[in-house]
């Protein structure tokens, strides 16, 4: 039995995955800051038969996010999906003549140095596996640029960067980057965008194994799915 990380667990879209993929008979590991949270979120999966855990840790404490995931493989079994969608925080929103350098440090570690580290934690065991999944999830501003977004939009593309060169590099390892990105906002009545409806786009994703960048719905001009 493999492991389904989530880094940025939630009760909307990271709780819909999370059980998407339990019910696929994964194991799954919530990581997010709020322990409460957490163990709601576990007890919940645990009423359907999923077996969960949650670990306490910050993206932007770095060393407390590859202490999560390695945790989560030695209590759990291997992880063979990570998933990263954490939220990021309004601060992180400014417009862009109003962004200073120091505004983007927090954003940036958010986005990019905080995937760097969790590949990197489960990379190996992936390796070992003989395969694997990194699904990042992101808005639009990740293809469409927002100035009244800086901090997401400079963040969120140099983190779509990342994950496209981690899709051509590892693909001849069996090892699958995708990027799906949701253009607005997560509601229960939104046809394309409820969270169970994306939780089961990000398991076929998973399993289908094709293209690198996925619409939950097209963006004006925007083909649906880029190789």
Request: no cysteine.
């Amino acid at each position: 039995m493999t492991t389904f990380a989530l880094v940025g667990a939630g009760p909307g879209l990271g709780l819909a995955t999370a059980r998407r993929f339990g019910v696929a008979g994964h194991t799954v590991a919530l990581i997010a800051r709020d322990a409460e949270k957490l163990d709601g979120l576990t007890a919940g999966l645990a009423r359907d038969g999923i077996q969960a855990r949650g670990y306490t840790a910050d993206v932007l404490d770095i060393e407390s996010l590859t202490a999560a995931l390695y945790a989560a493989a030695a209590d759990l079994g291997p992880i063979e999906i990570l998933q990263y969608s954490p939220v990021p925080r309004a601060d992180f929103m400014k417009p862009v003549l109003g962004t200073s350098v120091d505004d983007l440090d927090a954003p940036l570690a958010f986005s990019v140095k905080g995937p760097v580290a969790a590949v990197n934690a489960v990379l190996p065991g992936m390796r070992e596996l003989g395969r694997g999944t990194l699904l990042f999830v992101n808005g639009s501003s990740a293809v469409r640029p927002k100035p009244k977004v800086a901090g997401t939009s400079i963040a969120f593309a140099a983190e779509s960067a990342y994950a496209r060169m981690l899709h051509d590099a590892l693909a001849p390892e069996n090892i699958h980057a995708a990027q799906l990105i949701i253009p607005g906002a997560i509601r229960p009545d939104a046809e394309h965008s409820s969270p169970d409806t994306l939780g089961m786009r990000l398991y076929d994703i998973h399993t289908e194994r094709d293209g690198f960048r996925h619409y939950s719905e097209p963006l004006p001009d925007q083909p649906q799915d880029t190789p």
